[in-house]
Structures are given as C-alpha cells and as structure tokens.
T-cell receptor, first 112, second 110 residues
Framework: NAGVTQTPKFRVLKTGQSMTLLCAQD?????MYWYRQDPGMGLRLIHY???????AKGEVPDGYNVSRLKKQNFLLGLESAAPSQTSVYFC???????????FGPGTRLTVL | EDQVTQSPEALRLQEGESSSLNCSYT??????LFWYRQDPGKGPEFLFT???AGEEKEKERLKATLTKKESFLHITAPKPEDSATYLC???????????FGEGTQLTVNP
C-alpha cells in the first residue's frame, strides 16, 4: 500500500516548455487534489476532482490543466511554463468518511 | 471567505520546554479542523481532525484542542524529532476544499 505517489520528484523547465505531473493513489479514493506550496503563501488549491472523469477549478487554476481518466490517477499539466509556476506541487486524495486528505511527497519544479 | 491564521510563524524551544501553537480561523460553518506535520522536502503528514468545540485529541507529546474561533496544538516536553512545520487547515460545511494556514515552523534544540 504505497498511498499517494508523485512523479517526477524534481524537474527543471525553460519558459514556454510543457510538462505533465502524475499523481497516483492506491486507496480507492474518489476525491483528488493538486496544490502548490510557496514560501509565505501556504498550500493553495489548483484543481481538484470528485471522481473519475470530473475536474474542477480551485483557488489558483490559471496556467494549469488537469485530467482524471482513471480513478487512481490525477494528472496536472503545464502547457507553457512560466517562472511564476516555480513551486513545490503536492497531490492529495481524500478519505470519504473522515474528510482527511493524504498527501504525496511532492514535485519540486523550477522554471527558468 | 475562509481564513486561517497561524501563530507564531516560528518557534524555538529547548528540549523538554512545553509550549502551544495557535490556529485562528474564520469560516461560515466548520465541518472540520485538521492538523498536519510537514518535514523539510516532504509532503504534509496527517495528525488530527477536530470536529466540534470542546473536542480534544492526543498523540504522543501532541494534544490538539478546539474552540469556536481557534485551535491549539500543545506540545508537552518536546524532543528534537518534533522539529517540523505544523500546518492547520479548515473545511467548511459546504464544499470539499481545505483552506490552509501558512504554518508554524517549530525547532526543538537538544
């Protein structure tokens, strides 16, 4: 039981490049979330999904897209990376009975 | 709009010196208040959920309490391994999102 996993762990992009971050969970959770964490800003919600095939915008969705084609996977895409997207990205999934969110280990992204 | 404010931003303690971290919140209706621990370079690790005023939960040297406006994380006789950033988050009765505070960075010196 691996919980929530994220790939890659680190990535460096040039401005304008694209990439996809992958989140996988093996807890059969319906709800999944993508956050970014920046110094002095706390964790901010980018997008979330309430089930397979669904997505919804969070607090800071601009510049990001997401897809939830399979229940266990939640993908976060950056179509044209900008330096302002330099951050640490965390994925989480939610246990339905307690509302507790369980987080992955994070992806540290640098956009030059 | 939900707001969560944690204080202090940083706290240095000597091993064995007990203290408390504060989380003040403003929500239209509280469904749950969550405490997480985050070590450098890692994802937040769940500690506690509190659902109603007066509720308390304990785990080893940590005890979380909840009132209608704030929550405290009490640390009794801390050890260096308790050093981490402690995050507080709230979920209101409507919606499925958590609103996080900025965290308190705790350092416990031996």
């Amino acid at each position: 039981n691996a919980g929530v996993t994220q790939t890659p762990k680190f990535r460096v992009l040039k401005t304008g490049q694209s990439m996809t971050l992958l989140c996988a969970q093996d807890m059969n959770h319906e709800y999944m979330y993508w956050y970014r964490q920046d110094p002095g800003m706390g964790l901010r919600l980018i997008h979330y999904s309430v089930g397979e095939g669904t997505t919804a915008k969070g607090e800071v969705p601009d510049g990001y897209n997401v897809s939830r084609l399979k229940k266990q996977n939640f993908l976060l895409g950056l179509e044209s990376a900008a330096p302002s997207q330099t951050s640490v990205y965390f994925c989480a999934s939610k246990e339905p009975n307690t509302d507790t969110q369980y987080f992955g280990p994070g992806t540290r992204l640098t956009v030059l | 709009e939900d707001q969560v404010t944690q204080s202090p931003e940083a706290l240095r303690l000597q091993e064995g010196e007990s203290s408390s971290l504060n989380c003040s919140y403003t929500v239209s209706g509280l469904r749950g208040l969550f405490w997480y621990r985050q070590d450098p370079g890692k994802g937040p690790e769940f500690l506690f959920t509190l659902y109603s005023a007066g509720e308390e939960k304990e785990k080893e040297r940590l005890k979380a309490t909840l009132t209608k406006k704030e929550s405290f994380l009490h640390i009794t006789a801390p050890k260096p391994e308790d050093s981490a950033t402690y995050l507080c988050a709230v979920r209101e009765t409507s919606g499925s999102r958590l609103t996080f505070g900025e965290g308190t960075q705790l350092t416990v010196n031996p």
